[in-house]
């Protein structure tokens, strides 16, 4: 198993550029969320999904996009990138809702972007 | 949404001490509160979490305690080695089954 794969590692976008994040997951995991990572904040959520066809809102949700076409796949979209959008960002699956038994997240290794 | 609090943002100890690391939270229905580990340059990973009908949970060095009635939970971490350096989140579950984390607390254990 590969678990969760993100792509690129790096991007450095110019403002306005529009990008999409990869993630991809092989353990058949229902559930799938984007964090951001930014110094002294902590994770925070974006967006998630508890099956596809589903997403919903996290914490900060604004400036992003995702769709849930398939199981294993959930991007990420900036449709207009901005500075306050530089951050490391890592995708997250679960087989479960992350309160339930079986709710263990498995992290991708992060992507790091950074907008000029 | 849940407010979490961690403390310390830092945290050094010599190799041998034990760590503690508190979190608060603010929601009275939350039920789930794990404790993810997240070494330089990765992903963080789960390394103990605890339910709210349990007041302790031991993993050989790791442990968390949780007081429901007063809305905090710690991580206890008993003869530190250099391999614990890493951050340490605590995180706290929600409605909807979103999971809300703490700010991260950078732990350095000195050999």
């Known amino acids: 198993n590969a678990g969760v794969t993100q792509t690129p590692k790096f991007q450095v976008l110019k403002t306005g550029q529009s990008m999409t994040l990869q993630c991809a997951q092989d353990?058949?995991?229902?559930?799938m969320s984007w964090y951001r990572q930014d110094p002294g904040m902590g994770l925070r959520l974006i967006h998630y999904s508890v099956g596809a066809g589903i997403t919903d809102q996290g914490e900060v949700p604004n400036g992003y996009n995702v769709s849930r076409s398939t199981t294993e796949d959930f991007p990420l979209r900036l449709l207009s990138a901005a500075p306050s959008q530089t951050s490391v960002y890592f995708c997250a699956s679960s087989y479960t809702l992350p309160s339930g038994s079986g709710g263990e997240l498995f992290f991708g290794e992060g992507s790091r972007l950074t907008v000029l | 949404g849940e407010n979490v609090e961690q403390h310390p943002s830092t945290l050094s100890v010599q190799e041998g001490d034990s760590a503690v690391i508190k979190c608060t939270y603010s929601d009275s229905a939350s039920n789930y509160f794990p404790w993810y580990k997240q070494e330089l340059g990765k992903g963080p990973q789960l390394i103990i979490d605890i339910r709210s009908n349990v007041g302790e949970k031991k993993d050989q060095r790791i442990a968390v305690t949780l007081n429901k009635t007063a809305k905090h939970f710690s991580l206890h971490i008993t003869e530190t080695q250099p391999e614990d350096s890493a951050v340490y989140f605590c995180?706290?579950?929600?409605?909807?089954?979103?999971?809300?984390f703490g700010r991260g607390t950078q732990l350095t254990v000195w050999p």
């Open positions: 353990m058949n995991h229902e559930y």
């Open positions: 995180a706290v579950d929600s409605t909807l089954g979103r999971l809300y």
